[in-house]
């Protein structure tokens, strides 16, 4: 009797064994879910991919914005070279100037040889020969009482020349910077293809007579015209072209142009 029980023992546990085997590989897999619920794996994929997209556009506006910081310098830089130019010419033209006899104050002559009117010539130059006393006045006084060297009659001087340029016509201030010896013109002297310039038709020789509605008569003011409103805001610039006046338009902003100031013969 007691030989039997490991018998029983023997033969329950091999079938209790077998028992789970079978249940255990006649289970059905887990049906996959079809309710469209998100899974805790596809929520965190949307939000890593909602999270760089939003870095992307961050990124893109980074650059967008360091682009425009660029291209802002460039102008500044491009500026202070005219400037630079300016003045190197400047003081070229005052070296020059020691071994030869000085400008006239009004040169009538180069006025009528433009076929300007000669009432026109004679009002204008009455202005300009007072205008020039005054500064002298000014100077002597400036040096008698011990500030002709400094600013302070640098600023004066040229609050007096800005007052007398606002006082006047723009057609009667070209005039006046031809007749006093000064650049009264902006020449286009090369084009990049691919520029705004380039675009509208601008080529070297021509000379800008206005930017935006305002005219320009040497390349600082024409830097300056260039860096104020909206860029890319379409202004029209006129153009003097082998003694014909046309328009063009191009977007605010940097022209794609070299140029420099010079003289010519003013327009009647």
Same mark, same amino acid.
């Given at each position: 009797?007691?030989?039997? !029980? +490991?018998?029983?023992?023997?033969?329950?546990?091999?079938?209790?064994?077998?028992?789970?085997?079978?249940?255990?590989?006649?289970?059905?897999?887990?049906?996959?879910?079809?309710?469209?619920?998100?899974?805790?794996?596809?929520?965190?994929?949307?939000?890593?991919?909602?999270?760089?997209?939003?870095?992307?556009r961050q990124l893109q506006?980074?650059?967008?914005?360091?682009?425009?910081? !660029?291209?802002?310098?460039?102008?500044?830089?491009?500026?202070?070279?005219?400037?630079?130019?300016?003045?190197?010419?400047?003081?070229?033209? #005052?070296?020059?100037?020691?071994?030869? +006899?000085?400008?006239?104050?009004?040169?009538?002559?180069?006025?009528?040889?433009?076929?300007?009117?000669?009432?026109?010539?004679?009002?204008?130059?009455?202005?300009?020969?007072?205008?020039?006393?005054?500064?002298?006045?000014?100077?002597? @006084?400036?040096?008698?009482?011990?500030w002709g060297r400094t600013?302070?009659?640098?600023?004066?001087? /040229?609050?007096? &020349?800005?007052?007398?340029?606002? /006082?006047?016509?723009?057609?009667?201030?070209?005039?006046?910077?031809?007749?006093?010896?000064?650049?009264?013109?902006?020449?286009?002297?090369?084009?990049?293809?691919?520029?705004?310039?380039?675009?509208?038709?601008?080529?070297?020789? &021509?000379?800008?007579?206005?930017?935006?509605g305002k005219p320009v008569?040497? /390349? $600082?003011?024409?830097?300056?015209?260039?860096?104020?409103?909206?860029?890319?805001?379409?202004?029209? #610039?006129?153009?003097?072209?082998?003694?014909?006046?046309? $328009? #063009?338009? !191009?977007?605010?902003?940097?022209?794609?142009?070299?140029? @420099?100031?010079?003289?010519?013969?003013?327009?009647?």
């Open positions: 009797m007691t030989r039997a !029980i +490991p018998l029983v023992t023997a033969f329950l546990s091999g079938g209790l064994i077998a028992g789970v085997t079978v249940a255990v590989l006649t289970q059905h897999p887990p049906e996959p879910d079809d309710s469209g619920a998100p899974t805790p794996d596809t929520e965190k994929t949307a939000r890593d991919t909602a999270a760089a997209s939003d870095s992307s506006r980074t650059l967008t914005q360091q682009q425009q910081i !660029i291209a802002a310098l460039e102008q500044e830089v491009a500026w202070l070279n005219a400037i630079v130019a300016d003045l190197k010419q400047g003081a070229a033209e #005052v070296r020059r100037s020691v071994d030869t +006899p000085r400008q006239k104050w009004f040169d009538e002559a180069a006025l009528q040889e433009a076929d300007i009117p000669a009432a026109d010539i004679a009002t204008l130059k009455q202005e300009v020969e007072a205008l020039e006393l005054d500064k002298l006045t000014l100077r002597n @006084r400036a040096q008698r009482e011990g600013s302070k009659l640098r600023r004066q001087l /040229r609050a007096m &020349d800005e007052a007398f340029a606002e /006082r006047l016509a723009p057609t009667e201030y070209d005039r006046y910077l031809y007749a006093t010896g000064h650049h009264n013109r902006v020449e286009v002297t090369d084009v990049l293809a691919q520029s705004p310039a380039g675009s509208a038709g601008i080529r070297p020789g &021509d000379h800008i007579l206005s930017y935006a008569f040497d /390349r $600082t003011a024409l830097y300056r015209r260039t860096t104020k409103g909206t860029p890319g805001e379409m202004v029209p #610039v006129r153009l003097q072209r082998d003694g014909e006046v046309i $328009t #063009v338009y !191009i977007p605010r902003g940097s022209m794609g142009i070299r140029f @420099r100031s010079t003289r010519a013969m003013p327009r009647q």
